[in-house]
């Protein structure tokens, strides 16, 4: 017994002070996976910070692409100097490469980092009057508030109050019931 005693005086006397450093790891330990997670939420929401941007930066290019599109539809076919919404800008460059086509390209900017590019070809066709006509093989029936405004080069030259109804269908003169 005098042997057991005397180990467990030993044991006693060996692991003063282990408490304080397993206690010690223990922190480390932990200080270090707060660290870890910490740095990846900051990493997370710098990702989400890039991503919103990113997104942005393409709406805003997509918005100068469209503007100038409605532009070129009223016949202004020049490019748009940088333009700002918010802390978002955007500068629309048109060149043409052929007679009808438009080589438009929109650079947008979001934040302080993220930038977008939108190329698009643009075709613009001249508008004719055979663009919104009526053909038909046997015959037209017009329902509803319907108006026709046409005329036979036989009869007169086009007079817009004398018109009317007088429709050329197949080179012959007919009159179109307006129901």
Excluded at 1 to 18: A, I, N, P
Excluded at 70 to 95: C, K, L, Q, W
């Amino acid at each position: 017994m005098r042997t057991t005693t005397r180990f467990r005086r030993w044991l006693r006397g060996s692991q003063k002070g282990s408490l304080l450093v397993l206690s010690y790891m223990l922190v480390a330990v932990v200080t270090a996976w707060v660290a870890a997670t910490f740095q990846m939420g900051i990493t997370g929401v710098r990702l989400a910070e890039d991503k919103v941007d990113k997104t942005q930066a393409f709406h805003i290019a997509e918005a100068g692409l469209n503007r100038t599109i409605v532009n070129m539809r009223n016949g202004d076919t020049n490019s748009i100097s940088s333009t700002s919404y918010a802390d978002s800008t955007y500068a629309v460059t048109v060149t043409q490469p052929s007679s009808t086509v438009y080589k438009v390209v929109s650079q947008g900017n979001s934040g302080t980092r993220q930038q977008s590019i939108v190329e698009a070809y643009i075709e613009l066709l001249s508008d004719t009057i055979f663009d919104y006509s009526i053909f038909a093989e046997s015959g037209i029936t017009l329902f509803g508030s319907t108006f026709t405004d046409s005329y036979n080069e036989c009869v007169a030259p086009y007079d817009v109050n004398t018109a009317g109804d007088n429709v050329v269908i197949l080179g012959l003169m007919e009159q179109v019931a307006v129901v």
